[in-house]
């Protein structure tokens, strides 16, 4: 980054210096005073819309006019467009006024709004003229309750929709309906619209007209720049003489000015930048400027913020979720839980006694209960927005084993991916029950593991078998001390341990239980479907005959039943979306299930 584009090193803008970088002081104080910081947008910052700004409506309706004044001239309106109010003058013999112009080429409030409506409302399907990133970043930073009054000097409504997108209906404030606002305080957001709006007929644009506010709006806008610090974006100073007195007219200052810049500062900006020693971000545009101050606020927020309970973190997500503006704080929420994992695996210094496995699966489990609860209540409620981000937790831990190793720690090794095996019976019984199991070919397909010193890549249907991740011993752990031995207790014992995760999902235990055995099921029909060397079915409880059923009643004649083309499974490409292939994986594993199973 150069000094420049930090906001230092322009020896021309007075106000600029310092150790500190003006967006990390700007976000600073945004973040220490919430509310307490106006923000000041011009035409600039409605740029990256495709919008025009007001005076390029003139321009361009003059050029209209001068078009339909005489249609046979070759390039009629381009010498209007250039310098309107002169060839207004000399063909009218008046001033050029905004609100006079607007009136003479439509004659009626309808017609009015028709004729701007076609300069600031985006057309179907069009992909301009709507919200920019600087307005979405404001919109969220007023969500958050750091920005409570804006000024704007534009006429379009981008400001306003996107507010709307996040769920707050702003204050609108035009200069005739001052003496009805509800005090700023009082407000969750304040637009004060200087200069009105395309809508309103009662428009400033023409030099004359931006050169005296009405007494009320003058009172107000005192008011804001008395008592809030101000950000100022997109506005160049250059024709609002009104608004340019009102800044100078501010005396003192509560607290500071920042100034976002992009390309010459104007000379009226310059003073006014000397005269409140403002904090100058130069070379930034808006869209840069306010997605880094947001940037830098969450940072903030992220340090300051105390841990969160299990089960406040799932409120959180619950109450996220809906919300798309929140994507945010759910990735946080997951990442920060998976991160205390893999944080505390990569401290595990294992001695070579036999109560290892034990302390180190009890351990696993403690270490991953937060994250197993988002998990549970998280895919269960996502509507398949948030797939990548689950996805990724298996990813996440299933780099928490480094290698395939043989010998006395062979063992502890493999548990490294036992957080992963919670986590993707998790997800994988979850889905079940909020019937997504399209979401299951993801799931155990995609997120490939290599081990170290290995060129062979694995599905998590091969590297997270149950069976390879936790080893013979599970059945001391199960019944110590009883020497009672379970052929499958893998099954048994994450079937219990992943319980209390699903109580607000499904209280009923035995539906818990048929979904649990149902994830086992389909993910040893895609395991034995991958062909890989190591391919095995998830042996568990689900072979037993109460599960697996006898004369066509039972979970394999039912999933037998249900594989066809339309399948949620085969619809998601399991199989290769090939009904045979997935028939062809119910026989291997019935076969399977009749070498192997006890009678």
């Known amino acids: 980054?150069?000094?420049?584009?930090?906001?230092?090193?322009?020896?021309?803008?007075?106000?600029?210096?310092?150790?500190?970088?003006?967006?990390?002081?700007?976000?600073?104080?945004?973040?220490?005073?919430?509310?307490?910081?106006?923000?000041?947008?011009?035409?600039?910052?409605?740029?990256?819309?495709?919008?025009?700004?007001?005076?390029?409506?003139?321009q361009d309706l003059v050029a209209k006019v001068a078009v339909l004044h005489d249609p046979d001239a070759p390039d009629a309106g381009a010498g209007p467009a250039a310098d309107p109010e002169s060839w207004w003058q000399e063909q009218f013999g008046e001033q050029l006024g905004y609100s006079r112009l607007l009136s003479e080429a439509a004659p009626t409030s309808a017609a009015r709004q028709a004729l701007l409506a076609?300069?600031?409302?985006?057309?179907?399907g069009d992909d301009v003229k709507q919200p920019t990133a600087a307005h979405r970043a404001i919109a969220r930073l007023v969500k958050r309750g750091n920005v409570k009054v804006i000024?704007?000097?534009?006429?379009?409504?981008?400001?306003?929709?996107?507010?709307?997108?996040?769920?707050?209906?702003?204050?609108?404030?035009?200069?005739?309906?001052?003496?009805?606002?509800?005090?700023?305080?009082?407000?969750?957001?304040?637009?004060?619209?200087?200069?009105?709006?395309?809508?309103?007929?009662?428009?400033?644009?023409?030099?004359?007209?931006?050169?005296?506010?009405?007494?009320?709006?003058q009172e107000l806008l005192e008011r804001v720049l008395d008592e809030y610090g101000l950000i100022v974006c997109g506005w160049s100073a250059d024709w609002d003489r009104a608004l340019v007195r009102a800044v100078e007219g501010t005396r003192s200052r509560r607290y500071p000015m920042y100034w976002g810049q992009f390309g010459r500062m104007s000379e009226p900006a310059r003073r006014l930048v000397a005269q409140h020693s403002a904090a100058v971000i130069d070379g930034v545009t808006a869209?840069?400027?306010?997605?880094?101050?947001?940037?830098?606020?969450?940072?903030?927020?992220?340090?300051?913020?105390?841990?969160?309970?299990?089960?406040?973190?799932?409120?959180q997500l619950k109450r996220?979720?809906?919300?798309?503006?929140?994507?945010?704080?759910?990735?946080?929420?997951?990442?920060?839980?998976?991160?205390?994992?893999?944080?505390?695996?990569?401290?595990?210094?294992?001695?070579?006694?036999?109560?290892?496995?034990?302390?180190s699966i009890h351990r696993y489990r403690a270490d991953s209960d937060t994250l197993l609860h988002l998990l549970a209540n998280g895919v269960f409620h996502d509507d398949g927005t948030y797939n990548a981000l689950w996805q990724r937790v298996i990813e996440r831990l299933g780099r928490l084993r480094h290698k395939n190793i043989n010998g006395h720690t062979e063992e502890l090794e493999r548990l490294r991916h036992y957080p992963a095996v919670l986590a993707i019976f998790t997800m994988g019984t979850a889905a079940v029950l909020a019937r997504r199991e399209d979401f299951l070919h993801r799931l155990l397909i995609e997120p490939l593991w290599s081990p170290l010193f290995s060129n062979g890549r694995q599905v998590p249907a091969v590297y997270l078998n149950p069976r390879r991740v936790i080893s013979g011993s599970i059945n001391e752990v199960c019944s110590p001390g009883v020497g009672r031995t379970w052929f499958y207790p893998q099954s048994r014992w994450l079937r219990e341990e992943l319980r209390e995760p699903f109580r607000l999902v499904e209280p009923n235990d035995d539906a818990y239980r048929a979904a649990f055995h149902r994830f086992e099921f389909l993910a040893s029909l895609v395991t034995l479907d991958t062909e890989h060397a190591l391919a095995s079915p998830w042996s568990g409880e689900f072979f037993d005959d109460d599960v697996w059923g006898y004369d066509q009643n039972g979970l394999a004649a039912d999933i037998e039943r249900e594989i066809n083309d339309s399948w949620p499974l085969v619809?998601?490409?399991?199989?290769?979306?090939?009904?045979?292939?997935?028939?062809?994986?119910?026989?291997?594993?019935?076969?399977?299930?009749?070498?192997?199973?006890?009678?």
């Open 287 to 315: 869209d840069d400027l306010f997605t880094d101050l947001e940037r830098r606020v969450e940072a903030l927020d992220r340090m300051t913020a105390a841990p969160v309970t299990r089960d406040t973190a799932v409120a």
């Open 571 to 599: 619809q998601a490409g399991a199989f290769s979306s090939d009904t045979e292939r997935a028939k062809k994986a119910l026989t291997a594993l019935a076969e399977f299930r009749s070498k192997h199973h006890p009678w």
């Open 151 to 217: 000024l704007t000097t534009n006429f379009d409504r981008l400001m306003e929709r996107a507010l709307e997108e996040v769920g707050i209906s702003p204050q609108v404030v035009r200069d005739h309906q001052i003496d009805s606002m509800k005090p700023l305080v009082h407000s969750q957001v304040t637009i004060i619209k200087l200069h009105g709006d395309y809508a309103d007929l009662e428009q400033r644009n023409t030099v004359d007209e931006l050169e005296k506010y009405p007494d009320a709006q």
């Open 320 to 359: 996220f979720l809906p919300d798309p503006i929140r994507r945010i704080e759910i990735h946080d929420l997951i990442e920060q839980s998976a991160s205390l994992i893999a944080n505390k695996a990569s401290q595990d210094r294992y001695p070579l006694t036999g109560s290892v496995f034990a302390q």
């Open 118 to 124: 076609g300069y600031f409302e985006p057309e179907d």
């Open 1 to 58: 980054m150069t000094k420049q584009a930090a906001g230092q090193g322009n020896p021309t803008v007075p106000g600029v210096g310092g150790v500190l970088d003006p967006r990390m002081s700007l976000a600073l104080n945004v973040h220490t005073c919430p509310g307490v910081y106006a923000v000041l947008l011009g035409a600039g910052i409605s740029m990256a819309s495709g919008i025009k700004t007001g005076w390029g409506i003139v």
